[in-house]
């Protein structure tokens, strides 16, 4: 990893130790290229789904089953 220190998504402090930094993907951003997004080995169970994209994603899915 080079770069900035990447950031616990779970906790919020920077990850010094590039062994510790779990790669969690990619979120993209409104008007630029986005960025990576990463945990501490002992936080990924931590971290979970984007709430909003997952109630986003349950109506979608619910107005489809509706229609079928």
């Known amino acids: 990893m080079s770069g900035p220190v990447p950031i616990c998504r779970a906790c919020g402090e920077p990850i010094e130790d590039p062994d510790d930094a ?9 008007s ?3 960025w990576d997004i990463h945990a501490h080995r002992g936080h990924v169970n931590q971290v979970g789904p984007d709430p909003v994209a997952a109630r986003a994603a349950a109506r979608v899915l619910i107005v489809k089953a509706l229609e079928s």
């Open 22 to 30: 779990v790669y969690l993907g990619h979120e993209e951003g409104n």
């Open 32 to 34: 630029g290229p986005g």
